[in-house]
C-alpha cells in the first residue's frame, strides 16, 4: 500500500472533520468561552460547512484492520456491500464511480488522495467533476477486542442544494443512510460470511 | 405451498405462495411438521405492532424436518429440528454475549432504520413478524426458509413427539427467561400478571428455580387453573383487589419479584387502561401498560421486574417514582431463544417439565384461520393452538 500523506487535507471537508469543527467554530465565536468539544465535528448541530454537507458513521466490525482496509480496495468486494454501485471504472488511483441514482447511474471520478495500510483511505472528486464530494474511511482498534471501529466521513456539495439534500433524505438515497447501510452490509459480509434478506426467492 | 398470510385487522387467510429457496450459503429449508398460534401473533391479529404488510407469512413457533441445506449449513437433510422465532447470527458481538435476540446482523440494512429511528437502536431479525424486525416470512406454512441454520434450529431426537418440544420455539424458554430475570432465591415470592402461555411457564420455570410461592393473576377461570395445576396460588382480578392480596399474601412486604406475562394489549376496566385503549385505538402507538403499573407498584422495595410482555411503542402514566424510589430492577427483552435449547430440552427428555399441559386445540394448516379467531375471541378455553400442516 502506498502512503499518500502529501495529498492529505487538500480542502475544507477534510481539514475541518480532522480538527472537529465544533472546536474551530466556537474558538471563532466571540461569547462565553466553551471547552473544546471531543465530539466528531459531523455530529454539530450546524447543517453545513463552506458549502458542503458533512455526515458520517461509525460501525464496529469485529475483522481486523487490514482485512476490512483491503475489502475497500478491492472493487469486486466493494460491489458486494455497496448495493448502489453499478461498476468501477478508471484506475485505482483514479476510480470513477459509477452510481445508480435512483433515476440511472451518474458518474463520479474520483482521486484516491490517502491510503495508509490498516489505517485509512480517502477518495476526493476531481476538478470538475459533477458531483463534489470527499469520503474517507478510517480504522481502529475497538476496545475490549471487539474487533474494528470504521468509521466514514462524507463531504460533499448536495446537488440542487439544501432542498435536494432534503428530497434525497426523504428517498432514503442521501449519502448519510447509503453509507450507512453500506457500513452494516460490510459487517454481515465479515463477521457472518452473508448479508441478510427475508428475501426467500433467489431472484428478487 | 400453502401458507397462513395476513391481510389487514383480523383479516388472515390460507394462500397459495411460491415455496421458498436457499438464498444464502448458511441457509437450510425446513418443511413444517407443527407450527403455533402465539400470543403476540395476536398483537399482529389486532394490528397493534406497526410494520406488517398485506400478504406477510406469519408463525415465528415452529418445527419441522431439515429438506434443503445451503453449502454453509451444519444441518444434514431428515433432521428434525425446533427453529427458535429469533433470528441469530451467532458472531456478532450480541450473539457472542448469548444476547441473541438483540443480533446485530440478522436484521436486513433497510429494515434496520425503523427501529433505529423509534428505539435509537435496529433492533435483530425475528420470524413471521414486523418489517421492523425484517419482514421474515414465518412458520405457519408448509416450508420455511431458515436464515444462519448452522446456529438456530435444535435438533430434536427422533421418536420425541413434536408437542413436547414444539414450544422450545418461543414460549417455554420465554417463560425460563422471564423467571430467571427475577433472580429468584429459593423461598421468594413471585407475582406473575397473565396465565396465558408465558405466564404459565414462567410460573412453572419459578418454581423450579427454588421460588417458595408464585401467584398468578388472570381472569379466565380455565387458565387460572391451568396455573394451580402447576403449583401456583392464583388470584382473579375481577373478584379481588390484587395489590392488598399480594401484601396480606406476602406478609406485608409485597413480592420479592413481580412478571408482567401481559404486554401490550392488557384487559381491565381500570381509568389507566381505558384511556390506553382509546389511544391505542385512533392508532398513536400507544401502549396499554396497566399489568406493568400493577407490577411495579405491588413489588416490594428493592425488588425486581421481569418483562417478558410484548410493547412496542409507548406507554405514559408510567410510575417512574415507584421505579425509583423503591429502587427497583427491571429486565426484559425478546428472549436470547438460542440461550436456552439444550437445557431445555434436556429437563423436558429428563420429564421435569411439561409442556403438552397447555395445548387445548388441535387444527390442521387450511384451519388457522379460525384458530386465529377463537384463540383472540375465547381466551379461557382456547390457551395454545397446534397446527400440522
Ligand atoms: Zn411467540
Ligand atoms: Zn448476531
Redesign the interface.
Known amino acids: 500500500m502506498t502512503d499518500r500523506r502529501s495529498d492529505l487535507f487538500p480542502i475544507l471537508g477534510v481539514a475541518v472533520l480532522a480538527l472537529g469543527v465544533v472546536g474551530v467554530a466556537r474558538l471563532m465565536t466571540p461569547g462565553p468561552r466553551h471547552p473544546a468539544d471531543s465530539a466528531p465535528g459531523r455530529t454539530a448541530k450546524r447543517l453545513q460547512f463552506g458549502g458542503y454537507q458533512v455526515t458520517g458513521r461509525t460501525v464496529t466490525i469485529d475483522a481486523p484492520r487490514d482485512r476490512i482496509h483491503a475489502m475497500w480496495r478491492d472493487p469486486r468486494q466493494l460491489a458486494l456491500f455497496m448495493q448502489d454501485l453499478v461498476a468501477i471504472e478508471g484506475t485505482p488511483d483514479r476510480p470513477i464511480w459509477v452510481i445508480d441514482g435512483g433515476h440511472g447511474p451518474f458518474r463520479i471520478e474520483t482521486r484516491l488522495v490517502e491510503d495508509r495500510a490498516s489505517e485509512s483511505l480517502a477518495w476526493r472528486s476531481v476538478e470538475g467533476a459533477d458531483f463534489q464530494v470527499e469520503a474517507k474511511i478510517r480504522l481502529r482498534d475497538a476496545p475490549a477486542g471487539r474487533g474494528t471501529e470504521v468509521e466514514a466521513h462524507v463531504a460533499y456539495v448536495p446537488p440542487y442544494g439544501l432542498l435536494g439534500h432534503w428530497a434525497a433524505k426523504l428517498r432514503g438515497i442521501d449519502p448519510k443512510t447509503r453509507g450507512r447501510q453500506e457500513l452494516k452490509r460490510l459487517k454481515m459480509l465479515l463477521e457472518t460470511g452473508e448479508i441478510a434478506t427475508a428475501s426467500n426467492q433467489r431472484n428478487t | 405451498m400453502r401458507a397462513l398470510t395476513w391481510h389487514g385487522k383480523h383479516d388472515v387467510r390460507m394462500d397459495t405462495v411460491?415455496d421458498?429457496?436457499?438464498?444464502?450459503?448458511?441457509d437450510a429449508i425446513i418443511e413444517v411438521t407443527s407450527t403455533a398460534i402465539c400470543g403476540s401473533d395476536l398483537h399482529l391479529y389486532d394490528a397493534v405492532i406497526p410494520g406488517l404488510q398485506g400478504g406477510d407469512i406469519l408463525g415465528h413457533e415452529f418445527m419441522g424436518r431439515v429438506v434443503e441445506t445451503g453449502p454453509?449449513s451444519t444441518l444434514k437433510k431428515g433432521q428434525r429440528v425446533v427453529v427458535p422465532f429469533t433470528i441469530s447470527?451467532?458472531?456478532?458481538?450480541f450473539c457472542k454475549a448469548t444476547l441473541f435476540s438483540a443480533c446485530?446482523?440478522?436484521?436486513?440494512?433497510?429494515?434496520?432504520?425503523a427501529s433505529e429511528l423509534l428505539y435509537g437502536h435496529a433492533v435483530g431479525?425475528l420470524f413471521g413478524y414486523s418489517h421492523m424486525t425484517?419482514?421474515?416470512?414465518g412458520g405457519q406454512a408448509e416450508y420455511?426458509?431458515v436464515?444462519?441454520s448452522d446456529v438456530g434450529p435444535i435438533v430434536v431426537p427422533d421418536g420425541v413427539p413434536d408437542e413436547d418440544v414444539l414450544f422450545l420455539s418461543d414460549i417455554l424458554p420465554t417463560g425460563w427467561m422471564a423467571a430467571e430475570n427475577c433472580d429468584i432465591l429459593p423461598g421468594d415470592s413471585v407475582a406473575v400478571w397473565g396465565c396465558g402461555p408465558v405466564g404459565l411457564f414462567a410460573v412453572q420455570s419459578a418454581l423450579l428455580m427454588g421460588a417458595g410461592r408464585v401467584i398468578a393473576i388472570d381472569h379466565h377461570p380455565n387458565r387460572l387453573a391451568l396455573a394451580r395445576g402447576l403449583g401456583a396460588d392464583v388470584i382473579d382480578y375481577t373478584q379481588t383487589h390484587v395489590l392488598e392480596a399480594l401484601m396480606e399474601m406476602t406478609g406485608g412486604m409485597g413480592p420479592d419479584a413481580v412478571i408482567d406475562a401481559v404486554g401490550m394489549e392488557s384487559h381491565g376496566m381500570a381509568p389507566d387502561n381505558l384511556l390506553d385503549t382509546a389511544k391505542q385505538k385512533v392508532g398513536i402507538g400507544a401502549d396499554r401498560a396497566h399489568a406493568l403499573r400493577m407490577a411495579l407498584m405491588a413489588v416490594r422495595k428493592g425488588g425486581r421486574v421481569s418483562i417478558p410482555g410484548v410493547y412496542g411503542g409507548m406507554a405514559d402514566k408510567f410510575p417512574l417514582g415507584a421505579l425509583m424510589e423503591k429502587g427497583l430492577q427491571v429486565r426484559s427483552g425478546q428472549t436470547h431463544v438460542q440461550r436456552y435449547g439444550s437445557r431445555l430440552l434436556d429437563m423436558i427428555m429428563e420429564g421435569k417439565i411439561d409442556t403438552t399441559f397447555l395445548i387445548s386445540h388441535r387444527l390442521s394448516l387450511e384451519e388457522a384461520p379460525r384458530g386465529y379467531r377463537n384463540f383472540a375471541d375465547n381466551q379461557n378455553e382456547w390457551t395454545k393452538v397446534v397446527l400440522t400442516p
Open positions: 411460491p421458498p429457496q436457499i438464498v444464502n450459503p448458511r454453509k447470527c451467532g458472531s456478532c458481538f446485530d446482523n440478522a436484521n436486513p440494512v433497510e429494515t434496520q432504520e431479525g425484517g419482514g421474515y416470512p420455511v426458509r436464515p444462519y
